[in-house]
């Protein structure tokens, strides 16, 4: 499905759900310690999330909970539920940052949550994308403090090219073609990448490469391009004729 949108074979509509099981339905499939570890650094860098969450037993897409208690009348359904044999991980996903995650909804997929399955493991909960600020926040539920994670797909996304960058050249085609199918799947929502000036290393040139930013630096562009500078109404064919004149 992924290759085929990609390549215009089929027209997917680049939705908050297609974007959700296209990037975490791919991360599935990938080691139980290094899924966990990417959605843990798509989290603020003060989340303080735990290093391990166990074994992951189930990921399961828009399940749906029984919403007793609940202003829903008939089930509450968040957009991933991840379990594993300590925790239970709920992530609430919106498709752009910069809102539309609420506290409100974050209480009833908790509430929800906790009538399937009780109090018995602890909730990780996850709010990913929608957010208007990276800062952990959290909800009372039942007299119960729930801390709220904030996640940034970008930050996501930086995770894992990050993650494949640090892989061994030998030994690791399979997981490196999994995370490059995960950037993909972020290529073709409209996410990229993007590294910083300032973040890249500093390498020494040899010194015949140098001579090339030398002479650019160096030439002179203002006669060439004068008669594109002047008209302050726009070019007129009068102009248009005198640049041709300039330049032969």
Known sequence: MLQAALHKKIVVPTLEDTLTSSVVGLMQFLPDDIFWSLLAESCGVSAHLPASIGKITGVNFWPRFDARNTCNS?????????ETDIYDIVIEAKRYDGGGQCLEQWEKEIIALNNERGNDKEIIFISLGGNTSHANDSCVVDGKEVCIYKASWFNLLHAV?????RLPENGSGCLSRLLGAIAEAFFMHGYYDIEWLESLECINLPSYRTSLFTDILNFDNHDFFAALYTPAAGFSENSIMVWNEKKN
């Open 74 to 82: 008939t089930y509450v359904e968040p957009d991933v539920w991840i």
């Open 161 to 165: 090219n990050n993650r494949r960058k």
